[in-house]
């Protein structure tokens, strides 16, 4: 297998149509990332939503653009809640994607992950273990901390692309992101992130808003991926874990798609 | 209808009611604001605490200055412990506070809020397409996202204020507050503001906070616009989203009523 | 009762034990301060993790270096949630840390946290009204806020300190740790800290980090407090309570034990 790097124009191009077409994105996360979840998708021109309910979640997700699910903190009526979201998505014809934070660690979330894969996401954005452990092919890590190289986990990541026709985004110091054929590698960022809650899990929701445009899906979704390495790279000059947050939301907000290309 | 400007000697005679009786609140409001509404009103002087258990909730209520209920990610428990709370408020003869998120959009909320304002707001705080359901006027926008303007949604507003003998806050570019006879226009802010989470649902905490202080609750509810407008008119200056956030909490922790009056 | 200083060279120490052993975190947290306490643990080194599920939470204590219990947002499904946790934490020999917020003055949380006491947490960190009503001394305050200084509850922290053999942290203006026997007091931090949600609950989070560190834990849980204590004399130079957060993160990640030394 050979990683493509991605474009300055490619990464243009996805800029232009997110912040053109703005999804409305509805966000099923978990408590930790709410606010800072909705601020990325703010500051890149999306609108975030959260609704929980069972009832209101299936309603929600018919009349959104995009559904995100992240297992961070699941519960037994969260699960339920974000399973009809995900059939009510798919009966609409809206894309979803799936975050399966610390799968493979606990095992309520690695059950509910594995049957929600059956509802087939339209992407999923995870680490190494967790993308490993999805595709069945590691005991996963003990938190939300990976063990393992985005490098190492491409294999499961393709492999597990392949078996359910999904983009799978397996993330760290260099992004992989794979239809089970082409292989995209996004590179950038800085170490910094990794100290500050959060970066991870909403990357996921730009993933999930990236899925509701038009063009190919792969190149939308590296992009995603490409949003946050640029922003947390210059976010992370001069800055501690502290400042980085309203630093970072600053360079997404003033990303510049003329600039890149 | 002729709308008054609101004084700056009314606004800096709220600020110092406010910051004397720091009033005690109770939040019930969704995941996504709960550290920014805390820190809004500990910015301003109040004392923030989010209790939740439906038992704790009434008896909280009870205690507490003003209630707060927003509905944004609204649960059925969280429903039942929502309405014994604003039923022990009554009890207590504590004001309370409704925030009708996305009202009109979602069902759930939709049937709980009309049920609620059988229990008698102090005031409702809501962007034009909430104000606009809430009063049977419209079915509602898709998500948090106005569809109207504040001033399309005024009627509704002052029938609505009419109705139920509350103080009706529609917020907007420019905010119109009304006890259902007098209409007082709030203006200033920062489109900014839009691009952060949690601005509109942190006022509304202000504006619970303010239905604690004596005195008229339409100037005070409107001097707590005022007050969340003019700091965020001085926190957009040279600063995007992501740095409004402190400069925001900054602004309304120096917010000074002398240099008001 | 004599209060001993804590040396600056003990600072350095446990700050030294702290980062080199990174500890992983299993926080049951409320919901207004679950980004800060992630933020801080992030900053000082230690990894956070919010499980939050009962089956879950069990499993992930039993994984986790050390496990933190606030109360805050208590419902009932989560203290459930929190029990089988101390429980599976005490089975496996993991330290468990008790934060009591608003005990005394509401009956659930009050009730449930007596109940906790028998299941031996390692460490308590409260306000003086929090840690006398849980010593069964007073009838605690009206919310979050106390109305006791940490010098009145210090027999009622001595005495649940002996009753349980624990140790408890009373803070506020002085922090004093005790186990029973000694009394450590710790000095500085900044009255803005009582105007940003969470200083407490997040300190918290790193006196449970500080329970899985090898050498005396009164040494070490008094050191979590001077961590906090000489970050928020240092982020509040200069600022508001809004850019207090992020100089206050900045502050913890470049705490120098060296220097300290």
Known sequence: MQAEPLSRAQIAHS?????????????MTNDVVQTF????????????????????????????DALLINV???????????KAAALSANAAGKPWTLDPVAVGALTLRTEFCHDLLTL??????????????????????????????AAAALPAAQALARQINTVVAVTGEVDYITDGQRVVAVTGGDP???????????????????????????????SACAFM?????????????????????DALYVLDGEALA
Request: glycine share 12%; net charge neutral; charged share 15%.
């Open 120 to 149: 087939k996401p339209a992407a999923i954005r995870g680490n190494a273990s967790e993308i490993m452990a999805l595709a069945g092919m590691s005991a996963g890590g003990r938190g939300v901390d990976t063990t393992d190289t």
């Open 192 to 222: 910094l992130m990794t100290r500050v809650v959060g970066t991870g899990c909403a990357l996921s929701a730009v993933v999930a808003a990236s899925c509701a445009l038009p063009g190919d899906r792969l190149d939308n979704v590296a």
């Open 72 to 82: 961070g903190t699941l519960t037994q009526p969260r699960a339920q809640a974000m």
């Open 15 to 27: 800029l232009h149509l997110f912040r053109h077409h703005a999804p409305l994105v509805h966000c």
């Open 229 to 249: 390495k640029l922003a947390g790279g210059r976010a992370a000059v001069d800055n501690g874990p502290g400042s980085f947050v309203p630093a970072f939301l």
């Open 37 to 64: 979840t909705a601020n990325v998708l703010l500051a890149l021109g999306a609108s975030p939503a959260m609704v929980i309910d069972a009832q209101e979640a299936a309603q929600f997700s018919g009349i959104a």
